[in-house]
């Protein structure tokens, strides 16, 4: 008998249609060089990648719409195929190996002894990648093949090679989202081809840093902020395997879906973001306006999650999801436009970003677990006075070098304001903080003293922020110590750029530094 | 009011999820090697990760962790067979079984290189060999089942798929291959 290729006793191998004779083949020919070895886990890796990925693309579709697949299936071509194959079998068959008759379908040890057509739900690992629940019906028909039939499946895999001619697309894909902005994007090496106005087709793409704007052909809109790895299903859907995105769903783009190995979200006219962390896997979906219905997607069955505006909801394989979504976190990461990007700041150390301001700044109002955050107050406001006694050249301020305080933000000057807010939360403890703070534009002022601060809540603070006036209510006759009062180990630095500040603070109860920066 | 940002895993079921996140595409494709039956293999998979949760504290993270769940996986695919009373001649050759762990220890990256090309590459099938793809795949219906619900044989079944996949693995390779893989 002439031996099969190794294709095709791969592809019998990975369907379980082996016969013993055939195995062996296959084993001599794994056995021959590495470069077999190799090829065959290469065929492997394939078959696992297909598996991976048509299960993704159908989470969620029931198993009506699959079987509307295959009611949807044209089987004219492959009724002909079918009249090719016979006809080439009688000729060839004294040359074929019989096929065995295949194995009935078990059922998996580990399912029981459910029977056929009963719905199965288990419960397994709380790890990413594996399966929560999963619920299985069993299918029914164990094919049997006759002796003719065997043979001419295999007369068929041989020959019909020759003359059968796969249809490779005689259509262009569909070009379903546009590339509309960018900022500082570097997408993965594969996709170094991609310029602002890039039509995209369904598929996978990845970005490893920096920001794209997408628009779907739907009319959604997509601010992604790399590292993210996504897939574009068509012009209403996308699965994100990991990273970040805000949403803009209007209308027209009604019922848009995002899918994550864990939160399912379906938008009902909103904007709303997603966070997949790629090393834990944990997912966070935010809604900023509207309405979001948010489920589990491996567990169908569960129930479904209406988020409102400002509210959150974070899950992940091991845990369903809350009765109650959470309020939306003031340091939620979602970054909305891609003028929001460019306006980005970007930190390091003990502090964070609020994107949406705190109500206020009051002395112990304003605690957290990494010392300090620092949010945006104003955009484009103009000084109508000039400012004294501020920080303004490049250099670094300590108690050494007091004579350099002397500083004066001139009137007329744009400014951005933002304000950086350290507070003990009264531990009694002194706990340094040393932040580094990257701003978008060159800094024009950083207003240092309380007086400087009192002086310009109300032209330059955020309107639905209160601030304190550097006395405490609680401590009416204390020390005023809104601002740095730069003991022996506070200190500021800043670059010759004057775009980043270096900056260490401690204080017994809170200090604060307003930074204006110039406006586009 | 004070705020508090959440709080996070626990140090080492952090290193877990990502250790097991990279691997888990490796862990998959030997199984699936291995087990014919989708779901027996994910079954064998999650079981894999189960064990491997269990055992973390057993886990020497001066070595390979794909190589520590791979080893873990070999013991649930024989223990497959033993208790189906199956045979898989891959399997029952020890040596080779060991030599296939060899080979797919380190090759994460080489199956992300073939995930994304798989995307390329799906784009330039037919609708209707992406159909098949699917009842296969999805629907882990074996060629007689689709020949079945198709009313043609299993044979031309059996030829479609194998023309599709070989078309696939030419050109998943070819785009591995020619992306520096």
Not at chain 1, 179 to 192: C, D, G, I, K
Not at chain 1, 194 to 213: M, N, Q, S, V, W
Not at chain 2, 48 to 55: I, L
Request: hydrophobic share 40%; glycine share 6%.
């Amino acid at each position: 008998m002439d031996p099969l290729s190794p294709d095709i006793l791969i592809d019998l191998y990975l369907d379980g249609m082996l016969t013993d004779e055939q195995g062996d083949q296959l084993v001599a020919w794994l056995k021959q060089s590495p470069e077999n070895m190799a090829y065959f886990i290469d065929c492997a890796a394939i078959h696992s990648s297909l598996r991976r990925h048509h299960v993704v693309r159908n989470i969620g579709q029931t198993r009506r719409e699959v079987l509307g697949t295959v009611a949807d299936l044209d089987t004219a071509d492959i009724v002909s195929e079918q009249r090719v194959a016979e006809k080439l079998s009688e000729i060839e068959l004294s040359k074929l190996p019989e096929l065995p008759k295949p194995q009935p379908k078990p059922r998996s040890a580990t399912q029981g002894a459910a029977t056929e057509g009963q719905v199965q739900t288990k419960t397994v690992l709380n790890l990413p990648g594996l399966r929560v629940y999963r619920s299985s019906t069993g299918t029914g028909s164990g094919a049997w093949f006759g002796p003719r039939t065997a043979v001419s499946a295999i007369a068929a895999m041989l020959l019909l090679g020759l003359v059968l001619v796969f249809v490779w697309p005689t259509a262009p894909p569909p070009l379903i989202a546009t590339l509309t902005s960018q900022h500082e994007v570097q997408w993965a090496e594969q996709h170094q081809a991609i310029a602002l106005g890039h039509k995209f087709t369904p598929g996978r793409y990845a970005i490893d840093k920096g920001f794209a704007e997408l628009r779907l052909a739907r009319g959604a809109s997509l601010v992604l902020e790399g590292p993210c790895d996504f897939e574009l299903l068509n012009d209403n859907a996308l699965y994100l395997h990991h990273g970040r995105l805000a949403a803009t769903a209007p209308e027209s783009a009604h019922l848009f879906t995002i899918d994550t190995p864990h939160l399912k979200l379906v938008d009902l006219g909103t904007e709303f973001g997603v966070d997949l962390r790629a090393d834990s896997g944990q997912a966070t979906a935010a809604v900023f306006k509207g309405l979001v219905e948010v489920s589990q997607t491996r567990d169908k069955n569960a129930r479904k999650l209406m988020l409102n505006a400002n509210q959150q909801v974070t899950a992940d394989a091991s845990a369903a999801l809350p009765d109650e979504p959470a309020p939306l976190s003031r340091a939620h990461r979602f970054t909305r436009s891609i003028e929001e990007s460019r306006n980005r700041l970007v930190l390091s150390g003990q502090v964070i970003l609020y994107r949406i301001p705190p109500a206020s700044v009051h002395d112990k109002h304003l605690v957290t677990d990494v010392n300090a955050v620092i949010f945006q107050e104003r955009q484009g406001v103009v000084l109508k006075a000039p400012i004294a006694n501020v920080l303004t050249k490049p250099g670094e301020y300590n108690l050494k070098f007091y004579d350099r305080f002397d500083g004066t933000a001139p009137s007329g000057t744009k400014v951005d304001s933002y304000l950086f807010h350290y507070d003990q939360g009264g531990r009694g403890e002194v706990k340094p903080c040393s932040v580094k703070i990257v701003f978008p534009r060159p800094l024009v002022a950083a207003l240092t003293s309380t007086e400087a601060l009192d002086q310009t809540d109300q032209s330059l603070g955020h309107p639905d922020t209160t601030y304190s006036s550097g006395k405490d209510s609680a401590y009416p006759h204390a020390f005023r110590t809104r601002g740095i009062d730069f003991n022996d180990r506070d200190r500021i630095e800043i670059s010759h750029d004057r775009r980043t500040v270096l900056l260490s603070v401690s204080a017994e109860r809170m200090d604060q530094v307003r930074f204006l920066i110039e406006s586009e | 009011m004070p705020e508090r940002p959440a709080q996070f895993e626990s140090h080492s079921a952090a290193k877990l999820t990502a250790l097991w996140t990279k691997a888990q595409p490796t862990v998959l494709a030997f199984v699936l090697s291995m087990v014919h039956r989708f779901e027996d293999a994910e079954d064998i998979v999650q079981q894999t990760g189960m064990t491997a949760a269990e055992r973390f504290t057993d886990y020497d993270e001066s070595r390979s962790f794909q190589a520590w769940v791979l080893g873990i996986a070999r013991l649930k695919v024989l223990r497959f067979y033993r208790d189906s009373g199956k045979h898989n001649i891959l399997v029952a050759d020890e040596a080779l079984l060991d030599q296939m762990i060899d080979h797919h220890v380190g090759r994460g990256p080489r199956i992300n290189d073939i995930n994304l090309a798989l995307e390329n590459c799906l784009t330039k099938l037919t609708d209707r060999a992406r159909k098949m793809l699917e009842l296969r795949y999805v629907r882990e219906l074996t060629t007689g089942d689709i020949a079945d619900y198709l009313g043609t044989t299993s044979n031309t079944i059996s030829v479609t798929l194998h023309r599709i996949r070989k078309a696939l693995r030419k050109c998943i390779i070819g785009y591995v291959q020619a992306n520096g893989g």
